[in-house]
C-alpha cells in the first residue's frame, strides 16, 4: 500500500493549478447581465464525470447552479464532505486592478483575478485532492472505506442560498445521518479555524407621516426614533461585549449599523414618512442569538409612541469544533507530514457555507489557502505554493479520515 508521503507526491501539483486558473477565467459573479455560476458548474460537473464521479447538477434560480460530485469506496464507513463555492463578488472598479480581474495571470510566484482566494484556488485544491484519493483507491495503492463528497454551492457571498438548499435536500447526510466532518476550504492561510463568527443581519424601520418641513406638526418624524435606536443599540453592544470573554481567535461581537434611509428622495424641505436602520450583528460561541433578536426588539418597543418593525433579514449562527474532535486530528498529522511544522490555529471572521453545515450536525474545520484579508479587495491573488500544499493536505486528511 502507498504511504500518506506518497500519496501527497502522487498529487499533480500542475494540475491544481491549471483547474484554479481556469476556474478563475470564468466570470461568475452573481450580479444582473453576468453569467452567475452556471458556467463554472457545468464545467466542473463535465470535469468530474469524466473523472469517474457520481455528478448531481441542480438549480437552484436562474443560473444558479449548485453541484455535488460523490465517491464512494464500497465499503462501510464515514462520509467526509469537501466544500467549496463557486460565485464571486464584483471586481468593483477595474481601473484599481493592475492586471484584468479575469485574467487568471501567473506572476510572482501567485495566480492572479477575482475568486483565486476566493476560493476558486481551494475549490480546485479539494477537487484535484479528490481525484487523487479516488485514483490511488481504485489503483488498490491505498486501502479507505466510505465516501469522499464534494459539496459545491451557489450564491455563498449572498445569502447562501445553495448550501441550505443543500441542507434541506439532505445532501451532507447518508442513510439519514449528518456527514461525519467537513473541510471548509475558504482562504484561511492554512490555519486551521475551529470557530467562526455567527451573523445576523435585521432591519428596524420606523413609521411616520411625511410633512412638510416647516410644517413638521402636519405629520410625524421618524428621524428621532431612528437615532434613540442607534444609540440604544450603541448601548446594547457594549452590555453584550461585556457579558462574553474576548474570544481567543474570534475577538469581540459586534453590532453595527450599516444602512441608515430616511425618506426614498431625501429634500431638506421634506420631513420623511419612514426610516431605516439595518444592523450587521456578529457574534462568538456562548452568545444566544434568540436574546438579542428579543432585545432589539425590547429596543423598538421601549421608544415612545414610536410605529415600528422588526425584520431578520438573516441568521446564521457561530460554529465551535471541539480540538479533539477526529476531523481536527488527522488535518495537525496531515499539517505535520504536508507541510512539516505544527498546526497553527485561527478563527473565520465571517461567516460560511459551513454555518449551515454545522448547524445541521456536521462537525466542520475552515483550512484552505490564500491571505484571509485579500478576499473581496482588487488585485486578489493566492500563492501558487500555498495552493499545491492545500490540496496536499485535503488528500492525506480524507485518506486518514477514512482508514
Known sequence: MIILEQLAAALDSESVVVLAQTLVRMDSVAAPNRPHEATVATYLASYLEQAGFIVTLE????????????????????????????????????????????????????????????????????????????????????????????????????????????????????????????????????????????????????????????????????????????????????????????????????????????????????????????????????????????RLQGILAGIDQAKTSYQIIDDRPWTSTQADASIVQVLEQATRLVLGREAQYGGVPGTTDGTFLHAAGVPIVTVGPGDREIPHQANEFVQLEALVSSAKLYVVAAALFLQ
Open 59 to 294: 438549480e437552484v434560480a436562474p443560473q444558479r447552479l449548485n453541484l455535488m460530485a460523490r465517491f464512494d469506496t464500497g465499503k462501510s464507513g464515514k462520509l467526509l464532505i469537501l466544500e467549496g463555492h463557486t460565485d464571486v463578488v464584483t471586481e468593483g472598479d477595474i481601473s484599481a486592478w493592475t492586471r484584468a480581474p479575469f485574467s487568471g495571470d501567473i506572476a510572482d510566484g501567485c495566480l492572479w483575478g477575482r475568486g483565486s482566494a476566493d476560493m476558486k484556488g481551494g475549490l480546485a485544491a479539494a477537487i484535484i485532492a479528490a481525484k487523487t484519493l479516488k485514483t490511488a483507491f481504485l489503483e488498490g495503492k491505498i486501502d479507505i472505506a466510505g465516501e469522499l463528497r464534494l459539496l459545491i454551492p451557489c450564491d455563498e457571498e449572498g445569502m447562501m442560498l445553495g448550501i441550505k438548499q443543500m441542507v434541506r435536500q439532505g445532501w451532507h447526510t447518508k442513510n439519514g445521518l449528518p456527514a461525519d466532518a467537513a473541510i471548509i476550504c475558504e482562504p484561511e492561510e492554512l490555519e486551521l479555524c475551529l470557530f467562526q463568527r455567527g451573523g445576523i443581519r435585521v432591519a428596524m424601520r420606523f413609521h411616520g407621516k411625511q410633512a412638510h418641513g416647516a410644517m413638521p406638526y402636519a405629520g410625524i418624524n421618524p428621524i428621532p426614533w431612528l437615532a434613540q435606536a442607534v444609540l440604544a443599540v450603541q448601548q446594547l453592544e457594549a452590555e453584550i461585549q461585556a457579558s462574553v470573554p474576548v474570544h481567543l481567535m474570534l475577538g469581540k461581537p459586534y453590532i453595527t449599523p450599516t444602512v441608515l434611509e430616511a425618506g426614498s428622495l431625501p429634500q431638506l424641505n421634506v420631513m420623511p414618512g419612514e426610516a431605516l436602520l439595518a444592523l450587521d450583528i456578529r457574534t462568538v460561541p456562548g452568545i444566544d442569538h434568540a436574546e438579542i433578536h428579543s
